[in-house]
């Protein structure tokens, strides 16, 4: 199933959570069945069975009438950096780490599909980066191997939207990557058990329509039940908290020239089996 938030003028431009089936939104708000997409996965598997049994009966809109919404509001963002082969080959500075590497994008920086977001002053190179993103579903707390894929409720699209030059003077990774509006995610969560092979997903991001990352999850360096493992020894995991899995080549920072985005530009992110999250860039 594809998991959705998403509003509509018919219901009050409130937010409501849905499934998205083709080019209609079932609405389990307004059948009962949950206030939110975060109830569905903090609820486990009970709520996801509950889901699966009414959604068929719940009222339907038309996908074009409604505005989807950033799909989950997370706890906690937490993305993996340099775990792709090719990013890292082509990044003259990088080192092959010998384990994995983690920064955080903060939830205030996230948005939806289709939000426009604002070029800030204090930037002139503002790169776009897409990433294959776990949502979680369980606890997780120095969690092994084996217990991280069953802790998995899906998956979705972050847009690890960075500003190069406030993020490598002085190593400000954390500023760098939490303008307003630098997490786009979306357009839907796809649940793990529809999405079966989270290692082998075809990735592209499109730039006003040229192509500019063009990978595979296949190329990561570590796989995902070893790199969330890893990141639950040090922070605890829960429901709702998303962990993305880094980029493959092709970001901005390392094109031939390089390339940056501007207001008037368009992003893409598009994943197989998820879809496309598009971003505006506008003005700050």
């Not at 509509?8 to 089936?21: P, Y």
């Not at 003259?92 to 590497?101: C, L, S």
């Not at 069953?150 to 190069?164: M, V």
Request: with cysteine; hydrophobic share 40%; proline share 7%.
């Amino acid at each position: 199933m594809k998991f959705v938030t998403f509003s509509h003028k018919q219901a009050g431009h409130r937010q409501h959570a849905g499934i998205l089936d083709g080019e209609e939104v079932a609405c389990l708000t307004e059948a009962g069945l949950a206030a939110s997409v975060l109830e569905v996965v903090q609820g486990g598997g009970a709520a996801l069975e509950r889901v699966r049994a009414g959604f068929a009966k719940a009222p339907r809109y038309a996908l074009a009438d409604t505005i989807l919404e950033a799909p989950i509001r997370p706890g906690k963002v937490l993305c993996s950096g340099i775990n792709y082969k090719g990013h890292a080959e082509e990044n003259p500075n990088a080192k092959m780490p010998t384990e994995p590497f983690f920064f955080a994008k903060l939830p205030s920086s996230v948005v939806g599909p289709d939000v426009r977001v604002e070029k800030p002053v204090r930037t002139e190179q503002m790169d776009y980066e897409v990433e294959f993103t776990a949502v979680i579903g369980k606890h997780l707390h120095k969690a092994s191997e084996a217990d991280v894929m069953p802790a998995i409720f899906g998956y979705t699209l972050l847009n690890d939207i960075s500003a190069r030059d406030v993020q490598f003077k002085d190593n400000q990774i954390t500023i760098g990557k939490n303008f307003a509006g630098f997490a786009p995610i979306g357009p839907c969560i796809v649940t793990a058990d529809e999405l079966t092979k989270p290692d082998d997903v075809a990735l592209k991001t499109r730039l006003n329509g040229k192509l500019l990352q063009n990978g595979s999850t296949s190329d990561w360096l570590f796989p995902l039940p070893r790199l969330i493992s890893f990141l639950s020894h040090y922070v605890p995991l829960e429901p709702g908290d998303l962990v993305s899995t880094g980029t493959p080549a092709g970001v901005g920072a390392f094109q031939k020239p390089q390339i940056f985005m501007k207001a008037g530009d368009v992003v893409e992110i598009e994943a197989a089996g998820i879809g496309v999250l598009r971003t505006p860039i506008v003005a700050g």
